[in-house]
Structure formats: structure tokens, C-alpha cells
């Protein structure tokens, strides 16, 4: 159940640390992928905005938190420029859980289980974060005691053909992200600006999320990036631009945010195709 963890900028003092977590859900392919290319990107360490990063920041990008979860019944991905196919199932095991390994994958749950009723010994990596005892929490809690990140962010897809940035950072200024909706609003159908706690149904608030819990528990702010799970490629460029975004509003980035958008967008076009065309053999 380990992950990949890749680390950019140094630990100089006075340096703001980012925290940027893929795959909580091991389904979300899309998600995972944005935050792959910003890795990607960060390691080029040749645009303008990565640049600027590793001058004034140090980032730690996970692309897939729930790599068990993603390896379950892996699809393969179809050509550049069609769908990008969700893999994988959205529950984690938890230790002591039997996971059947054969040729070379992992075989999980049903598929008819695969969604909010996960089978014995799996629980959504995401939800009961109190009772929570999945591979992917002590992934989370283990990256926040070494790095102490001010600001994390979680990409994720869902159903709605919407897009979404949940705010669990109240500190904040509404400066930081302001300028952030035409990215969302690009390739799909809305964009909804929302805090947890606005969202948040009776059953929500009973599974006591991640995020919420992070906030209220330990005091550690977020940022929450919901794209169109079957939004293929425009999806993964979605996660992509608006993380690099969020990143340099926080450590620094002063230009206007027409510069900054205009910039994002060049970032994409160098970085999407080659994260999209690698995709299918992606290993985290």
C-alpha cells in the first residue's frame, strides 16, 4: 500500500509548503492525472510558473493516495482525444483486509459494490474520517506530520457535469482564488464556488469528511477540485490549471490574474498531451 510522493522546492525557512493529493478515490482517473502532470511539470522546472514555485514554495504532490484501490480491475485507457475510462473502485482496504493479487493487478469488489457500500474490510477513503482506518488515512496523517503543509489541496471527479472548488480555508483572503472560475468553467456545464459547510447534507455531516476534519481538528486549511469524471482530457486540464493556480496565488505570484490564467493555459498545452498519452502505463 505505498505511494508515490514526489517533493519540489527546499525547506528553507519562510518557504510555504503545499500538500496536493490525487486518487483519494481510487476510481477518480481524471483527478489523478492533473495532479500527475503538475508533477510533471514541476520536474521540467522550465515554465515560467514552475519557476516561480521552486523559487518560493515547496510542494509535495501525491498523484493516487488509494493505490490499491486504483489498481482494482484497471481499464485500459482509450486514444488521445476520446474519453479517458474511470479505473479502479472508490473504497480502500483497511489493514488485515484479504486483497486477491493476480496476473500482475488487483482484483477487488464487485462492481455493483463498488460505490457507497464498500464490502467487509474496505471503507470510503474519504468519509468517517473519525473511524477511519483505510490505507489512505495513515497515508495522510504520515504526510502531515513530516511536512506540515499550510495549504492542502484534493483533486477529485464526480457525476455532475458541473465542476466545483469547496473552500475549507476560512483564513483565506477571497483574493487568493478569486479570478479561479473560468478555468472550472471551461468544458463544463457550471462552476459552483462552495464551502463544506454549504454543501454539506445530514448524512454528510455525519461521515465527518477529511477536509472538515483537518479543519476543525488540526487546523489545517484545504481546498477541495471536483471535475466532470468522464470530462476525459478537459478534465485532467481542469485539476491541472487550477492547482498551478491556487499554487502561485499562495506563494506569491503578483501578476494580474489575466496573466496568470494566460499562463496556466500555456503550462497545459506543453504538459496534458504527454500525461494523457502516457496514461494508460501510468504507474504511482
Known amino acids: 500500500a505505498t505511494i508515490t510522493t514526489h517533493k519540489f522546492g527546499d525547506s528553507v525557512p519562510r518557504k510555504p509548503t503545499f500538500l496536493v ?25 522550465e515554465g515560467k510558473l514552475a519557476r516561480h514555485l521552486l523559487a518560493h514554495a515547496r510542494v509535495i504532490v501525491v498523484p493516487c493516495a488509494n493505490r490499491v484501490g486504483m489498481l ?12 479517458i475510462e474511470a479505473w479502479g473502485v472508490r473504497s480502500c482496504p483497511t489493514p488485515g483486509c484479504n486483497v486477491n493479487y493476480g496476473e500482475g493487478r488487483v482484483w477487488g469488489i464487485p462492481i455493483a ?3 457507497s457500500e464498500p464490502p467487509i474490510g474496505w ?25 506540515s503543509p499550510e495549504i492542502c489541496m484534493f483533486s477529485h471527479d464526480w457525476a455532475p457535469t458541473k465542476s466545483m472548488l469547496v473552500l475549507n480555508c476560512p483564513n483565506v483572503p477571497e483574493e487568493t482564488y478569486d479570478g479561479i ?3 472550472f468553467e471551461r468544458n463544463h456545464s457550471g462552476f459552483i464556488l462552495a464551502t463544506d459547510r454549504s454543501e454539506k447534507s445530514a448524512k454528510g455531516d455525519r461521515e465527518r469528511p477529511l477536509t472538515r476534519v483537518l479543519l476543525e481538528e488540526k487546523g489545517v486549511q484545504s481546498y477541495t477540485l471536483e471535475t466532470y469524471f468522464m470530462g476525459g482530457a478537459n478534465s485532467v486540464k481542469t485539476h491541472f490549471e487550477a492547482l498551478l493556480f491556487l499554487l502561485c496565488r499562495h506563494s506569491g505570484f503578483n501578476g494580474p490574474t489575466e496573466e496568470l490564467i494566460r499562463e496556466v493555459g500555456i503550462a497545459a498545452r506543453i504538459t496534458i498531451p504527454v500525461v494523457v ?3 494508460d502505463s501510468a504507474v504511482w
Not at 72 to 83: E, S
Open 72 to 83: 482494482c480491475a484497471r481499464k485500459r485507457l482509450l486514444d488521445v482525444g476520446d474519453p
Open 181 to 183: 472560475a473560468p478555468i
Open 21 to 45: 493529493v490525487g486518487g483519494v478515490h481510487g476510481n477518480e482517473t481524471c483527478g489523478m492525472l492533473g495532479v500527475e502532470a503538475l508533477a510533471q511539470y514541476l520536474r521540467a522546472a
Open 123 to 147: 471503507q470510503d477513503p474519504n468519509r468517517g474520517w473519525d473511524d477511519n482506518e483505510t490505507f489512505v488515512k495513515q497515508h495522510i496523517e504520515e504526510l502531515l506530520t513530516q511536512y
Open 113 to 115: 459494490q463498488k460505490g
Open 277 to 279: 498519452a502516457g496514461a
